[in-house]
């Protein structure tokens, strides 16, 4: 195998893949990545840490002899990115060293590489695919990867639920302390799915999404199938149940308001100072005209701040205990200028916070402490 190619034309695939390749120590295979010259000029780049798996595929104009290899993804990676944007790499593989060679301007590097009967399987799926719009499913991730729990519980909480509903597109997470509701309806058909994707997979989609305008979309009993520009991406899928959350909605608005996005995200950074690190509550007290935020004192201080809000629609006044951290993490996700505020009347209704973010309809419900 030998070729010369742009950096910027292959730097890209080299970074998407080497955040899946290093995790199962177990098997040093897994912390390469395959690369597969072909006589058609395509050259194709295979990454897996068995769980999660990406294929990528690049168009080479200047190819000497094909070939294929594995080489270790963080070191080449690496390599590519100390290469200045627009140098010209030349890669050979000498097969009887198994060595895969790379020069670059005035510099010459030589990377161990293994053979490729060693690298594993990569399941493909060769039914019909789902078109979706790649910047909706982006930003459902984005707002819905905080109400994530990292770890297994009895129900499905270590990742979020994607329903498509005819012409809408439903992505639901949740941790059993918030929960985040994102829906986007369309003008197309999309038929009727109701998936669950693993965390890992919401994070990988992140970056192997990038700029593309169409995401497609697939599965089986075992994985999940993703395709978009010149890449594939594959996950097992998780195994379990999703909580009612409809159940945990509030189902009325009775008692609400309108926040300023930049004013609480500002007050809120500065009553965290005070906030004991160990509950990390604060106060909401609403009034007419305005809401009170403040943390319990403490041998370090405490802190209050009042923050105007706009149509309170409530009859007296309300103070709840939340969480503070949720709260930054949920302002800090925000794209409005105001979000709707539902205040529960009980002790324990949760708290519901409502966005449009153009065609976006954004609910996030944070429970009381």
């Not at 965390?199 to 009993?221: T, V």
């Not at 520009?229 to 909580?243: D, H, I, T, Y």
Request: charged share 30%; with cysteine; net charge negative.
């Amino acid at each position: 195998m030998e070729f010369k190619i742009k950096r910027d034309d292959i730097l890209k695939s080299f970074t998407i893949l080497s955040t899946i390749t290093g995790k199962a120590t177990y098997l040093p295979i897994l912390s390469h990545i395959l690369m597969k010259m072909g006589e058609d000029g395509k050259l194709i780049l295979k990454a897996t840490d068995g769980e999660i798996s990406i294929v990528m595929s690049i168009d080479v104009e200047n190819v000497i002899s094909p070939g294929s290899c594995t080489v270790p993804a963080k070191e080449i990676t690496d390599l590519f990115r100390s290469f200045d944007g627009d140098s010209e790499i030349h890669l050979k593989l000498e097969m009887e060293n198994n060595r895969m060679k790379i020069r670059s301007g005035m510099g010459e590097y030589s990377l161990a590489t293994l053979l490729e009967d060693a690298f594993p399987e990569i399941p493909e799926y060769q039914g019909d695919y789902i078109k979706l719009p790649a910047r909706i499913i982006k930003e459902m991730i984005s707002k819905t990867s905080a109400s994530v729990r990292p770890t297994f519980m009895e129900f499905n909480l270590f990742g979020a639920k994607l329903f498509l509903e005819q012409e809408k597109i439903i992505m639901v997470s949740t941790d059993a302390y918030r929960l985040s509701y994102v829906e986007y309806k369309g003008d197309v058909n999309y038929g009727m799915v109701d998936v669950f994707i693993p965390k890992r997979a919401m994070m990988e989609l992140q970056n192997f999404i990038g700029d593309s305008d169409i995401l497609e979309f697939s599965f089986d009993e075992k994985h999940l199938y993703f395709r978009c520009n010149n890449g594939f991406m594959v996950s097992q899928k998780a195994e379990g149940g999703f909580p009612q959350y409809e159940s945990i909605m509030p189902k009325k608005c009775e008692n609400r308001c309108t926040l300023d996005v930049k004013k609480m995200k500002s007050a809120l950074g500065r009553i965290s100072i005070f906030t004991n690190k160990l509950s990390n509550h604060i106060f909401w007290k609403f009034e007419k005209g305005r809401v009170i935020l403040s943390s319990d004192e403490t041998e370090k201080g405490g802190g209050v701040e009042e923050v105007p809000i706009k149509d309170y629609s409530g009859k007296e006044e309300k103070e709840i205990r939340l969480n503070c951290s949720y709260l930054k993490e949920y302002f800090s996700s925000l794209k409005v200028e105001e979000v709707v505020a539902c205040v529960p009347e009980g002790d324990k209704e949760p708290l519901l916070l409502v966005s449009h973010e153009g065609d976006i309809l954004y609910k996030f419900v944070l429970v009381l402490l």
